[in-house]
């Protein structure tokens, strides 16, 4: 059974860190995606990495704030997220497949999400 687990949301204030972790079980993948979905809003990319490391994409909203990384050994990626605005605050999901790409329906596989909150 293919499973994908977010964990390190929480509260933080404006211009606080979190780093959020996405471990996956079941099988293994080229690619992993995180988006995010505020309330009212659609779902919208957040970041990518290829599992091998080599290519990583951001949206222009995160860009010099986030940044995207992936241990192999423990099938699991991360999100960092530095500088963060109230306007970040939404349900964080990672998203994991075969190929990269920056569409919430190019993944098959999705975690049950994280919410990370930004107070003012």
């Known amino acids: 059974q293919v499973q994908l687990v977010e964990s390190g949301g929480g509260l933080v204030q404006a211009g606080g860190s979190l780093r959020l972790s996405c471990a996956a079980s079941g099988r293994t993948f080229n690619a992993m995606g995180w988006f995010r979905q505020a309330p009212g809003k659609e779902r919208e990319f957040v970041a990518a990495?290829?599992?091998?490391?080599?290519?990583?994409y951001f949206a222009d909203s995160v860009k010099g704030r986030f940044t995207i990384s992936r241990d192999n050994a423990k099938n699991t990626g991360y999100l960092q997220m530095n500088s963060l605005k109230p306007e970040d605050t939404a349900l964080y999901y990672c998203a994991a497949d075969s190929r990269l790409r920056l569409t919430t329906s190019a993944y098959n596989y999705w975690g049950q999400g994280t919410q990370v909150t930004v107070s003012s």
């Open positions: 990495i290829s599992w091998s490391g080599g290519r990583m």
